[in-house]
């Protein structure tokens, strides 16, 4: 994002929200002509049906990972434990949710705290003990699913609780209500980055580190509190994830969403080598992801292939990011041009 | 004198916006130790790129032993016999000492590196230096000393004639220093020419033969050392020949004596950086840190702001002992630190005039309370009037700003924190001639106002109209200081010559 | 000597191991079961030496599970649907592995892109592309290969090494050899320690960078076809979580994880000390299988920290 309080015309010079956008219409476009009914939708019992309130649903996980790992990717970290870190909220949620009488009310918040805290654990490892990001969340990217089986017993956990199902399941306004949690959380979010300081200090901090820790910023704190709060959105995607299939399924869940985060963000226009970020950039590149995934399901492609386009996709925008690869190509357009 | 082994003759290179060597002139004779002196921007570091083939030259001639030589790499310079030791060693630092000399040209069979054999030519370079090292220490482990002499002992392995140390003591003690020294002088005897590189004063007239003075990019000249006093090859540098030095004070000088003292820093310095030095500064008064680049003025002002913990010393504020072990308690103190390295320090490139501008002030509220955006607007409005900070508005970036426009927007992020004591490093580097006059009145009207002022300053002349007083500082101490009348080019030169 | 502290300290941390479930469990101690930990853990641990090479070069691989999946699934469907002889897919598999192993190690090196989310497109590529060849488990039916299968060292009473283990040591013998006494294995190290003075040194670092993301689709291809023989079978499922292993193991064997500085024969150790955790909850039955994940978190973490605490001692302990 350009400075917040441009003109919002300068808003679309860095072009940031622009090349994520392009790719989702013209993906939604191929969509248009050539798939049958993808854009119908229909009303059944006050809620709305189709396949874009599907893709808005199912990519409702990514999207909020992709706002934690915004954060982390703009501090010029990664987060690679998001994964285990929903299966750990999933498999607390489905042990308090059976086997005690607590609210809803009580067990959701326990469940965030937790993840809460493991993500500081790895702001520890981060700005504490100085290993580099890929290297201190790998260890929780191991260990995460063997702490949420622990907590399950080993046991995949079924739940019938009305109030855990309705998160994944459930609809509010007409839609899914994981559409109202991600809007929320975008909402949060963004108001917490650019309604206080928040937002300025993550993007100082992943430009120019000493600069900032210079000027006073405890870049410390900056660390800890974004893998703290990547921690809260695995959180609320383990939920999420829970909620659909009705059970803590710990070995499973989760399971390459670091990818499709890092991806989304990466793709929103976020550079991985930290500095200024783009939530809404982030939301789309998940979106983005998530059509793809969808409209290949729809075409007959198997899931279990979809990772295959994906995975041209990202290294495609990568090479793009790649001021060598610009350079290269720019050279032999250059060239072309002055022969 | 003989015909010259390597001799540049008219070397222009020129970067966007600034010629960076013009019609440079550089001989370097077999056997001879040859120091390359000059401040910030006198064209040494570009020197050596251009002769090591980092920095392709845009005019003039090279001739290695009479024959011309275009190096385009560091790889090519040295099959030529140009070799290379950085201050910043650049080895491995995980890998054995023996493997270091010999890496790349390991002795092999077959394609299999035979270790009894690299050992014992390791051995035998480290010989040749007079050294007998643990082969198979790894090279993180020893001390910066020994790293030298390990680049060193695999520069001359590629059969090097021409060795050139770029700032090889920077951090180096004396008997390291003296040790390498050593070493230095027996190179020369065989017949290495040898290019030298250095900010330590001392070091230059105890080891070079010759020395070549660069200023802005230009040749000043070439002197034997012997000829050379100190004091008129720190007139060189500076441009100020010791006869036409300014023996009178200019500026307005406080006699600041009964103000109340801000900052007081007894015995503080820092092991391989400042040897403990004592400094006051009141409030309302500009004092100055004067000397050479690499004198510890930079170090000095790192050590007050809390970046580098002091390890003997004590600082107090206001009379009170406090601890100052990172910047945003010195700030919270009422201290700010502008830092002569614009680019990594001060900057952050990608954000906005105006984000750049409340950083230190929005650190210092939280990240809690934003500064509302009217607020920040009109701290924006007003700084960039009042310094005349020229940009398209306060959303732009400051890394489209020129660099004077920079250093004005981080000066306004510290003005805007009304600080009771501002430490300036060397705020006019790099900026026009205009944007000079506009800091140097920035800093009187800031006097006037009663906030306090460190100012570091290579240009003599600056330092004799801004200041009230001058602590000195020559090789990592303080060597003097002067007050009031006391202060004037003539005195200042002298300290840091060590005259008296 | 400090930089051979972490190896120590992994062969202590085995024997220790070792010791304590032979303690606990009657007949661990025996050839038998040292035997089967290099058979079972073959492909984890030609996996890992590949990981090795890579982790001191200063990079990181993620495509090795999806790579060897898509190998077994390949191996097996050219030999089963396809009636290929083993001995034309083995080989045409380690290629397919080879190259696609270098392409990334091109895109990494030519563009300087981040190691990890290059491999990581790698591991969706390579995944997908196992589901591609087939989208379920296909056993492998070919009598030569069951021959392979059956090959075997008797080395005590009861204990074989399957042919699994053999290649697996095999293996380890040529790395160690190739990471110290070769210029290439020299440059993994010099690059690995810091590769702007590589670059300098004038090491070839372009060619070598690529040639270690080459070799280590190799690795994983080989891992793979051992795998087939080790299961008898090619599962496009086959090894999700198996680079977190490698990765886990070759820390745990004293390789630091921002490069330079480690011992292939320390791999070895990670990957006995993966085993022997396995084996000893096997043997208990009490114990479930999620136990091993956290006790390798737990050791990764420690071995992190001690790494990083050494690496800082011994830049601030220069004499």
Redesign the interface.
């Known amino acids: 994002m350009?400075?917040p309080?441009?003109?919002p015309k300068?808003w679309f010079q860095g072009g940031s929200l622009v090349w994520p956008l392009l790719g989702l219409v013209a993906l939604l476009a191929y969509d248009f002509l050539f798939v049958d009914g993808f854009f119908r939708l229909e009303v059944r019992d006050g809620h709305l049906y189709g396949t874009l309130v599907d893709i808005l649903n199912q990519g409702s996980k990514t999207m909020l990972l992709a706002l934690g790992m915004t954060l982390v990717i703009a501090t010029g970290g990664?987060d690679l434990s998001v994964g285990s870190l929903m299966a750990i909220s999933g498999a607390l949620v489905a042990v308090l949710v059976t086997q005690t009488e607590m609210s809803l009310a009580m067990i959701v918040p326990i469940a965030l705290a937790a993840t809460a805290l493991l993500g500081a654990f790895n702001g520890v490892l981060v700005s504490v003990?100085?290993?580099?990001p890929?290297?201190?969340t790998?260890?929780?990217?191991?260990?995460?699913?063997?702490?949420a089986?622990?907590i399950t017993?080993?046991q995949i956990v079924t739940f019938e609780h009305a109030g855990m199902v309705y998160i994944g399941n459930g609809h509010f306004l007409g839609l899914p209500f994981t559409v109202t949690l991600v809007l929320v959380m975008l909402l949060v979010t963004s108001l917490l980055m650019r309604?206080?300081?928040?937002g300025?200090?993550v993007?100082?901090v992943g430009?120019?580190e000493?600069?900032?820790?210079?000027?006073?910023?405890?870049t410390r704190s900056v660390k800890l509190a974004v893998y703290g709060f990547s921690g809260i959105c695995a959180g609320l995607a383990g939920l999420i994830a829970a909620s659909n299939i009705k059970a803590a399924d710990?070995s499973r869940v989760g399971?390459?969403m670091e990818?499709d985060a890092?991806f989304a963000v990466?793709v929103g226009g976020t550079a991985?080598t930290g500095?200024?970020f783009n939530l809404l950039g982030s939301i789309i590149g998940a979106l983005l992801i998530q059509t793809l995934t969808t409209t290949m399901i729809t075409q007959g492609v198997?899931p279990?292939?979809?990772?295959?386009p994906?995975?041209?996709v990202?290294?495609a925008v990568?090479?793009l990011q790649?001021?060598?690869?610009r350079a290269e190509i720019g050279g032999r357009f250059g060239r072309r041009a002055s022969a | 004198m003989a015909d010259a082994l390597l001799a540049l003759r008219e070397i222009r290179k020129e970067f966007p916006g600034v010629v960076a060597l013009d019609k440079v002139d550089f001989n370097l004779h077999a056997g001879e130790v040859h120091a390359v002196m000059g401040e910030n921007g006198a064209g040494k570091s570009t020197l050596i790129k251009v002769i090591t083939g980092v920095y392709p030259r845009d005019a003039g001639s090279m001739e290695l032993d009479g024959k011309s030589l275009h190096p385009r790499s560091t790889l090519e310079a040295e099959a030529a016999g140009i070799s290379t030791v950085y201050q910043e060693v650049n080895l491995v630092g995980t890998l054995s000492v023996a493997e270091n000399i010999l890496l790349g040209r390991q002795p092999r069979k077959f394609g299999i590196i035979r270790w009894d054999e690299t050992r014992r030519l390791a051995e035998k370079a480290l010989a040749r230096l007079g050294l007998e090292l643990d082969l198979s220490r790894q090279l993180d482990s020893c001390s910066m000393a020994i790293q030298q002499m390990v680049a060193i002992a695999r520069a001359l392995d590629i059969n090097a004639r021409v060795l050139i140390l770029d700032e090889p003591t920077s951090s180096l003690d004396e008997q390291e220093t003296a040790a390498l020294f050593k070493v230095m002088r027996q190179l020369r005897d065989e017949g290495l020419a040898i290019l030298f590189v250095t900010h330590f004063l001392d070091q230059v007239h105890e080891i070079s033969d010759r020395i070549t003075v660069l200023r802005n990019g230009a040749l000043v000249g070439e002197y034997k050392t012997v000829e050379l006093t100190r004091m008129q090859l720190i007139g060189k540098m500076l441009g100020r020949e010791p006869e036409a030095l300014q023996d009178k004070s200019t500026g307005s000088k406080w006699a600041a004596e009964t103000r109340d003292e801000i900052l007081r820093g007894e015995g503080i310095g820092r092991k391989g950086s400042v040897h403990p030095l004592d400094l006051s500064v009141r409030r309302g008064e500009v004092v100055g840190l004067g000397g050479l680049l690499g004198s510890g003025r930079t170090e000095t002002a790192r050590l007050l702001f809390g970046i580098d913990a002091p390890d003997s010393g004590r600082v107090q504020i206001d009379g009170q002992a406090k601890s100052l072990n990172h910047p945003r308690k010195a700030i919270a103190n009422g201290l700010a630190f502008c830092s002569e390295d614009r680019k990594g320090e001060g900057i952050i490139p990608n954000l906005s005039l105006r984000e750049n501008l409340i950083l230190a002030m929005q650190a210092s509220r939280g990240p809690v309370r934003l500064l509302p955006s009217a607020e920040q607007e009109q701290l924006c409005a007003h700084y960039i009037d009042a310094l005349n900070i020229k940009t398209p508005n306060a959303a732009t970036p400051i890394c489209n700003l020129s660099g004077g426009n920079q250093q004005k927007v981080l000066l306004a992020r510290w003005l805007a924190m009304q600080p009771r004591l501002i430490i300036l490093d060397e705020p006019a580097r790099g900026i026009d001639v205009g944007a000079k006059a506009e800091i140097e009145k920035l800093v009187r009207s800031l006097r006037e106002k009663g906030m306090a002022v460190v100012f570091i300053s290579s240009e003599l002349e600056e330092v004799v109209h801004t200041c009230d007083r001058v602590a000195v500082m020559r090789d990592r101490r303080k060597v003097g200081e002067l007050s009031g009348e006391e202060i004037t080019e003539q005195r200042i030169m002298d300290l840091m010559a060590h005259h008296e | 000597m400090r930089r051979f502290i972490p190896v120590f300290a992994t062969f202590a941390v085995l024997i220790a191991l070792f010791a304590t479930a032979s303690g606990m469990y009657e007949r661990f101690f025996t050839a038998r079961v040292i035997a089967n930990l290099f058979s079972d853990n073959a492909f984890l641990g030609i996996t890992a030496i590949g990981m090795t090479f890579v982790i001191l070069s200063g990079g990181i691989d993620l495509s090795v599970g999806a790579v060897l999946a898509f190998t077994m699934t390949f191996i097996a469907s050219m030999i089963t649907d396809h009636s290929w002889h083993p001995l034309v897919a083995i080989p045409t598999a380690l290629i397919i592995g080879t190259v696609f192993g270098g392409t990334m190690g091109f895109l990494i090196q030519r563009y300087e892109l981040p190691p990890f989310l290059v491999t990581l497109a790698g591991m969706f590529f390579a995944r997908g592309m196992a589901f591609m060849v087939s989208s379920e488990s296909i056993s492998i039916e070919h009598d030569f290969y069951t021959a392979l299968q059956d090959l075997k060292i008797v080395v005590g009473p009861k204990a074989k090494l399957k042919i699994g283990a053999v290649i697996f040591l095999a293996v380890l013998a040529l790395a160690i050899f190739v990471a110290h006494w070769t210029p290439f294995g020299r440059n993994i190290y010099a690059i690995g320690g810091n590769e702007s003075s590589a670059r300098l040194m004038g090491l070839p670092v372009a060619s070598t960078k690529m040639l270690i993301y080459a070799l280590n689709g190799f690795c994983s291809a080989l891992a793979g076809a051992v795998a087939t023989l080790y299961m008898g079978s090619g599962n496009p499922a086959m090894g999700v979580g198996l680079e977190l292993d490698a990765i886990a193991a070759v820390v745990i064997g004293g390789t630091l994880l921002t490069g330079g500085v480690g011992f292939v024969a320390g791999t070895l150790g990670g990957v006995l000390i993966f085993g022997t955790i396995q084996s000893a909850l096997i043997f208990d039955g009490r114990l479930n299988s999620w136990w091993l994940r956290i006790a390798i978190s737990v050791l990764l973490l420690i071995f992190i920290l001690l790494q990083r605490q050494l690496s800082r001692f011994t830049k601030t302990s220069r004499t």
């Open positions: 350009n400075d309080m441009a003109k300068e990664v003990a100085g290993i580099q890929i290297v201190a790998l260890i929780l990217m191991v260990g995460g699913r063997g702490i089986m622990l017993g080993g309604k206080t300081a928040c300025l200090f993007e100082a430009d120019n000493t600069a900032s820790r210079f000027s006073g910023v405890s710990s399971e390459m990818l890092i990466v991985l500095g200024r198997p279990a292939i979809a990772p295959v994906k995975a041209i990202i290294v990568c090479l790649s001021e060598k690869f």
